[in-house]
């Protein structure tokens, strides 16, 4: 039996692909379980600076109905494993970039959107497809959903269940990018390599911040004052003023 969740390091970007073809992806017990633990270590890795999340074909059908345990304490602790996944994407240290072709239905939508950036391709069609099965959207979708694109529009999407292909994801900034078919991954580690390039403190603070979002304005200035009064002893400041002085890009170096 082949593994759930694949890792590809590229220098300093790791491609996670999901790697259940057969079920496009569905997430089954082994994979959200895989997918959470990988997520959750790479966080860790410091030769990791950013990453790219993958499906191939399809990104992700979304929950695997056939192996779902409708039991309420196992339904919880499912969802416990799964947040993990959502945590490490959201409010971990790397930045994270969907490589969306195919479908992302359900918890694969909820999984894209958990993303920092989002490239699809023609073939792209997100729906959050929940209540065609009598739940509540998961995988942190209500929360991200609505930062992307305004409450009106994520009651649309939450409520009626519609489908939407790429060039209106695009235009709802459902996604960030739209390329050629074949190219969704190549595109997202471009992107993805920028992003590794770019000082892993203020990556890492800024996602933090966002992860709290909304805040209040008295709490976001004092977080402010706190993250760079840190980052102001970092070599990689040094670094960066360096560098604006002598007009050639950065090598910051997590330090």
């Known amino acids: 039996m082949s593994e759930p969740v694949l890792v590809e390091h590229r220098g300093d970007v790791a491609i996670v692909t999901l790697n259940v073809p057969e079920k496009r992806n569905a997430l089954g ?4 379980r895989a997918l959470s633990q990988t997520l959750t270590s790479l966080q860790d890795d410091p030769s990791v600076r950013a990453l ?20 309420p304490l196992a339904m919880r602790s499912a969802m416990h494993v799964g947040h993990r996944a959502v945590r490490a994407l959201i409010g971990g240290r790397l930045p994270a970039v969907a490589a969306v072709s195919g479908s992302a239905f359900g918890a694969g939508f909820s999984l894209a959107m958990a993303c920092d950036f989002v490239i699809g391709d023609s073939s792209t069609t997100l729906c959050a497809a929940f209540g065609k099965v009598a739940l509540t ?14 409450i009106g529009r994520t009651r649309e999407l ?22 050629k078919p074949g190219e969704t991954l190549d595109v997202a580690l471009q992107l993805a390599n920028e992003l ?5 403190g203020a990556i890492a603070t800024t996602k933090a911040m966002l992860s ?8 976001m200035l004092a977080w402010e004052a706190d993250t760079q009064s840190l980052l102001a002893r970092t070599q990689d400041l040094q670094e960066g003023v360096r560098a604006f002085a002598e007009r050639r890009p950065p090598a910051f170096r997590g330090e």
């Open 212 to 219: 709290r979002s909304p805040l209040s304005l008295d709490t």
């Open 52 to 71: 790219v999340l993958y499906g191939g074909k399809h990104f992700c059908s979304g929950g695997d109905i056939s192996s779902l345990d409708s039991a």
């Open 137 to 150: 959207p998961d995988y942190g979708l209500m929360w991200t959903l609505p930062q992307r694109i305004g």
């Open 29 to 32: 017990v082994a994979l959200y």
């Open 196 to 200: 590794a390039a770019a000082s892993p």
């Open 158 to 179: 939450l409520m009626l269940c519609r489908q939407v292909g790429a060039e209106e994801a695009l235009s709802m900034q459902l996604i960030d990018r739209l390329v």
